[in-house]
Nanobody, 121 residues
């Protein structure tokens, strides 16, 4: 099993910044793409950003130029730097990864419990 634990959420004023972290632990043989998703009240969960194991990134249009995703493969950790925050960024942010627990096991999708980001106007 793989566990993902997010941290770094909180309440911030519009224009402010936060840095989210997500640490993976457990029986990890290999991790592929790591990503951040968010879900606002009454809305579907949506992709915010993701980063492949080779460092290639992609972002939702709504966060391009404001958010930056990075990863530390040695620490099995992915980060999301959130700058120039807007009230519409308010949501629960979830970490996600695709991982294998052994060489012969299939790739499986794992989710963290989520961390709340609230942006006041």
């Amino acid at each position: 099993q793989v566990q993902l634990v997010e941290s770094g959420g909180g309440l911030v004023q519009a224009g402010g910044s936060l840095r989210l972290s997500c640490a993976a632990s457990g029986s990890i043989f290999s991790m592929n793409t790591m990503g951040w998703y968010r879900q606002a009240p009454g809305k579907q969960r949506e992709l915010v950003a993701r980063i492949a194991s080779n460092g290639i990134t992609n972002y939702a249009d709504s966060v391009k130029g404001r958010f930056t995703i990075s990863r530390d493969n040695a620490k099995n950790t992915v980060y999301l730097q959130l700058n120039s925050l807007k009230p519409e960024d308010t949501a629960v942010y979830y970490c996600n990864t695709e991982a294998k627990t052994t060489n012969g096991s299939p790739w499986r999708n794992y989710w963290g419990q989520g961390t709340q980001v609230a942006v006041s106007s």
